[in-house]
């Protein structure tokens, strides 16, 4: 079975930090570009952040730009999204998402997802 686990979700007060994982299971990530999206209810679901299968290209939502790091070891076969200076707007269930051979992460045209972790911002 080929899947995606999210971890690291959690409660912070607003200008506080979150990492969030994400580990393959069953599969290699090398050939995958991997996203990081989130969503709200209400809301279709957003792209935050993607790199690119090669590592080379790496795209920010501008909501999260100057805040937000993507990254990925392949030795571990997991992508990381590290949140610094979250704002409450920043609540949200944070998935992620790989497609093979990609270079973009399109919202809703990821091969593989994870369940989801939510990520809530709050005093």
């Known amino acids: 079975q080929l899947q995606l686990v999210e971890s690291g979700g959690g409660l912070v007060q607003p200008g506080g930090s979150l990492s969030l994982s994400c580990s393959a299971v069953?599969?290699?990530?090398?050939?995958?570009?991997i996203g990081w999206f989130r969503q709200v209810t209400g809301k279709e679901r957003e792209t935050v952040s993607c790199?690119?299968?090669?590592?080379?290209?790496?795209d920010y939502a501008d909501s999260v730009k100057g805040r937000f790091t993507i990254s990925r070891d392949n030795a571990k076969n997991t992508a990381y999204l590290q949140m610094d200076s979250l704002k409450p707007e920043d609540t949200a269930v944070y998935s992620c998402?790989?497609?093979?051979?990609?270079?973009?992460?399109?919202?809703?045209?990821?091969?593989?997802w994870g369940k989801g972790t939510l990520v809530t911002v709050s005093s």
């Open positions: 998402g790989a497609l093979m051979y990609g270079s973009i992460c399109p919202a809703n045209g990821m091969h593989y």
């Open positions: 790199i690119s299968s090669s590592g080379d290209r790496i």
């Open positions: 069953g599969f290699t990530l090398d050939y995958f570009a």
